[in-house]
């Protein structure tokens, strides 16, 4: 049986890689121990609720602080009301990321304010990012802690710190429990952490550190111990997983990282995902295209596509050279899904340089395209050029940037309409009589769906024919 326990928010429109999750979790932990009395249900061990925010690696860490209190003895749940410990894992990338992460918190801290939960913990990018400033407007919080402290919340509940902001180094490997929240078929495994790119609107070196990668053979073990519970699909996360190995003694290497993990026999899919265009070459490309198991799915962020505000980003790609590899990755995999994000609104963006990516992304044609607004960010030294952009104007050139890929999209779904694809089934759809599931086109809540028609067991692969295509999702039916 598996059981909600995570609640997740989701700001997607905000920053696209931040996502609702499906959450579940295998229930190891000894329910047995419930009881009731009267009308409520109570335990006889600690209870512990958790909000994870944010994007798939924040996600992980939410992950490995269920599975460092589970064996701690707690029981979670998926109310905060009468939790003896309440966790929210916040996200800080953006503006409205923080926005979102503080209308939870205040939710919570009612709820403690008012005795209706236990002791309020703080976590992750915005306690990383804003101490101070959250320990002035939330002063219900009992324990804040930064995104190197995460892996010691057990040891920080049995203690009597209200605070603790360690060195930004930490690197879980397999040898911490973690307890998964996504469905039994699918988890993210986390290959690195930090980020060393220095991209001029972001602040995630400021908050998680340089980049650091795990060793390959802690992923490998982690991913073997994943497959044994169940999982099918594994998605690769890191800030940039084209870096991955680089600080590593050679021969480390993400292509080597994905022919061992294609080496377990149950793991059906691999998917990467946030490949840095600028590393993303012909020896990547063979390997996505080459390695059994490795979905053909290149996810590239752009950002943007004219040169003058790729520099200003401190971005070292030329759009040149990643129109010349995404017509690789289709020549190489002619079936290729490819996604990417833009950013508009960056400071000196004038309306000829935003012309310039709407042609860029007219001539690349991705599939799938996450599109947000810039956002000044006080740690960034973007937030200090000059000529920043106005909202109304970036409003209107997002909305100018989606009406183009919306085309686009329709377009590149269009392609498979009377194909066969394989599905994984997530579960019922809205509608009578049809299941929800992903190809291998679709990343979990990222991207869109593929509706087959019948009632399909979750975490069931189908094969389906494609009848119609909206401009994000599919609709099939099984083939016999």
Not at 217 to 236: F, I, K, N, T, W
Not at 334 to 344: G, K, M, Q, S, Y
Not at 419 to 442: K, N, W
Request: hydrophobic share 40%; with cysteine; proline share 7%.
């Amino acid at each position: 049986m598996f059981t909600p326990v995570i609640a997740s928010y989701n700001h997607c429109n905000t920053f696209p890689y931040c996502v609702v999750i499906f959450n579940y979790v295998c229930e190891i932990i000894p329910m047995s121990r419930k009881r009731k009395q009267g009308r409520e249900e109570t335990y006889d061990q600690p209870v512990a609720h958790l909000v994870s925010l944010g994007c798939a690696k924040n996600l992980v860490d939410s992950e490995i602080m269920l599975g460092a209190l589970a064996q701690a003895g707690f029981a979670v749940s998926a109310s905060p009301e009468g939790a003896d410990v309440v966790l929210v894992n916040t996200c800080g990338f953006v503006r409205d990321a923080v926005d979102e992460s503080e209308d939870v918190i205040r939710e919570l801290a009612a709820l403690r304010r008012e005795g209706g939960c236990g002791r309020l913990v703080v976590a992750g990018c915005l306690a990383q990012r804003r101490q101070q400033a959250l320990r002035e407007k939330f002063p219900e919080i009992d324990l804040l802690i930064g995104t190197s402290a995460y892996t010691d919340i057990v040891e920080l509940l049995n203690g009597d710190a209200s605070e603790s902001f360690p060195p930004r180094t930490a690197m879980p490997d397999h040898t911490f429990a973690r307890l998964p929240s996504t469905p039994p078929w699918t988890a993210f495994l986390r290959t690195a952490e930090g980020c060393s790119n220095r991209c001029a609107y972001c602040i995630i070196p400021y908050i998680r550190g340089d980049f650091r990668s795990r060793t390959p053979d802690s992923l490998v073990r982690e991913a073997r111990d994943l497959a044994a519970m169940g999982v099918r699909e594994l998605v690769l996360v890191a800030q940039d997983n084209t870096r991955f190995g680089l600080d590593l003694p050679a021969p480390s290497s993400l292509p080597a990282l994905l022919e061992s993990l294609s080496s377990i026999e149950s793991i059906d899919w691999i998917r990467v995902m946030y490949c840095h265009p600028a590393r993303v070459d012909e020896n990547l490309l063979r390997a996505f295209a080459n390695t059994p198991k490795v979905l053909p799915y290149l996810d590239m962020p752009i950002q943007h596509a004219h040169p003058d505000i790729l520099r200003a980003m401190n971005r070292p790609e030329n759009p040149a050279e990643v129109l010349r590899a995404i017509e690789r990755a289709r020549e190489l995999m002619p079936d290729v899904c490819i996604r990417t994000t833009a950013l508009v609104g960056f400071p000196g963006e004038t309306e000829r340089h935003f012309k310039a990516l709407l042609d860029f992304v007219d001539k690349a044609q991705f599939d799938r395209l996450g599109a947000f607004r810039y956002s000044p960010e006080p740690e960034a030294p973007a937030a200090f050029m000059q000529a920043q952009v106005r909202e109304d104007v970036k409003g209107e050139r997002l909305d100018r940037l989606m009406n183009v890929q919306s085309e686009i999209a329709l377009k590149r779904n269009q392609i498979w309409v009377g194909r066969e694809l394989d599905v994984l089934i997530e579960g019922p759809s809205d509608s009578p009589g049809m299941s929800a599931g992903r190809s291998f086109r679709d990343a979990p809540d990222v991207d869109g769906y593929v509706f087959v028609k019948g009632e399909h067991a979750p975490g069931a692969f189908v094969r389906a024919r494609v009848r119609t295509a909206t401009h994000y999702d599919l609709v099939a039916e099984p083939v016999d």
